[in-house]
């Protein structure tokens, strides 16, 4: 590290909420009284003793007496607090050296984040799926008061065969978040993404899957599982479902009216079956439509200053949570800021042709209108695209009843998901513009 890094990384020990300032001026004033006691003694001998030059030369060099006495204090006072920072700063560095890596960032910047993330906004995602983990990934930087409030209608690939099979919750959303929001995320990330290829039983499990599920057997309870799970992989914020009960969600698909529908499936039973469906889907639902909200969840969307919906699958992964009742309700009645993150490209079954203004316009008829404060929308429309990408961008259309917020959002590596900083940049922004 260059010294100008190391002086710049030292005076943020000054930076306000640091909890610092206090114990060094504490510190400052001991060191006061104690020189003044010293004085003191200081004084009563150098009238008592001889030392004159001729009499004891050793005495007379050690107590300055060839300075003026304003000069010998100054003197004295300045290698005083040479001798006091570097005698902390290296005590410092010593004690604190057997808990930061030499490849990890200042102790002062470790100290200076989480101060500030401690005093960041309480936020509140919405989600589940890719999409609200790349979210998450972007605003666990800003602040430790985040809760994410995932889906239980899953019923797809490993998930799925865990909730038949052990009457879980799934646990693949969760997984995610937990994998985005660990302090340790790379090697975690990878640890709780890793899916088994074969053997019995085992072959198309993750890792993170059966962990939820190994500690909802030890615990006895899926909420206290994810909680326990979150503990271990020091987690930040919270992880919460939607409803703690078992929901089927079901879709109303456009088309049957014509017969271009085979009889009796104008509507679609399964999550992971609705977007293979390949029709216009007029509407979801859930089954039984009357479950109870989580109350966590609800008393953290009360509780918010921002809530943040999506992005994510609209009907799949979004509706989803809107559709529990008490969610809903908590949604509407909080005085947070409201923020709807937009897609960056149509999805394949789902919103085949959106722009911004249907998909906003989807969620109104399904949850009420006038629910956002602000679409956050992607402008960025010159991107490359995969060879065998069928999506398309989403375009940042709307109408005078939907305040649109409009910025690059693309993640230059994979054009067509969020990226996760640029993402949480104009979320904040955003939460800003509010004060």
Same mark, same amino acid.
């Given at each position: ?23 060094? /001026? ?33 005495? +007379? ?83 430790? *008061?985040?809760?994410? /409030? ?25 997984? *995610? ?96 079956? /609705? ?5 216009? /889907? ?11 909200? +989580? ?141």
């Amino acid at each position: 590290m260059r010294l100008r890094d190391k002086v710049g990384s030292a005076w943020k020990w000054l930076y306000p909420g640091m909890g610092v300032k206090r114990w060094l /001026i504490l510190l400052a004033f001991g060191l006061l009284l104690l020189s003044v006691g010293v004085s003191f003694f200081y004084i009563q001998v150098y009238r008592a003793l001889e030392f004159s030059g001729a009499a004891s030369p050793i005495a +007379y060099g050690l107590t300055l007496q060839f300075f003026p006495h304003w000069l010998r204090g100054l003197l004295l006072g300045l290698a005083g607090v040479g001798c006091v920072a570097l005698a902390v700063y290296r005590l410092s560095r010593s004690l604190l050296s057997a808990f930061v890596a030499p490849d990890q960032p200042s102790v002062v910047d470790v100290i200076y984040r989480r101060r500030v993330r401690r005093r960041g906004p309480k936020i509140v995602a919405i989600g589940g799926g890719t999409g609200l983990s790349t979210l998450l990934r972007g605003l666990k930087d800003t602040t430790d *008061n985040l809760t994410a /409030i995932l889906t239980v209608a899953d019923d797809g690939g490993s998930s799925g065969r865990l909730r038949r099979e052990l009457g879980l919750p799934p646990p693949g959303d969760f997984r *995610n978040c937990m994998a985005a929001l660990a302090e340790v995320e790379p090697l975690m990330a990878m640890l709780l993404e890793y899916r088994f290829g074969e053997g019995l039983g085992l072959d198309g499990h993750s890792f993170g899957n059966l962990f939820i599920a190994a500690m909802a057997g030890i615990t006895g309870d899926f909420a206290q599982a994810v909680r326990m799970s979150s503990k271990v992989l020091a987690v930040r914020g919270r992880i919460l479902p939607s409803t703690m009960e078992s929901v089927t969600l079901c879709a109303e698909l456009a088309g049957d009216a014509e017969g271009d529908l085979p009889a009796g499936q104008h509507q679609v039973q399964g999550e992971s079956r /609705i977007p293979k469906a390949g029709k216009p /889907i007029e509407r979801v639902f859930l089954q039984p439509d009357d479950v109870r909200g +989580y109350g966590e969840a609800v008393r953290a969307l009360l509780d918010a200053e921002l809530i943040v919906v999506g992005p994510g699958s609209l009907y799949t992964s979004i509706l989803p949570n809107l559709l529990v009742k008490d969610i809903a309700a908590a949604f509407r009645a909080s005085d947070a800021l409201k923020v709807y993150v937009c897609n960056l490209a149509t999805q394949a079954g789902e919103t085949d042709g959106y722009n911004a203004l249907e998909h906003v316009r989807a969620l109104d008829s399904h949850v009420g209108d006038s629910l956002f404060d602000y679409v956050l929308v992607n402008d960025n429309m010159e991107v490359h695209k995969p060879a065998n990408w069928q999506a398309e961008m989403v375009q940042p259309t709307t109408d005078d009843a939907h305040r649109l917020w409009v910025a690059d959002l693309v993640d230059p590596d994979k054009p067509w998901r969020h990226d996760p900083k640029k993402l949480a940049q104009n979320i904040m922004r955003i939460c800003s513009s509010r004060v």
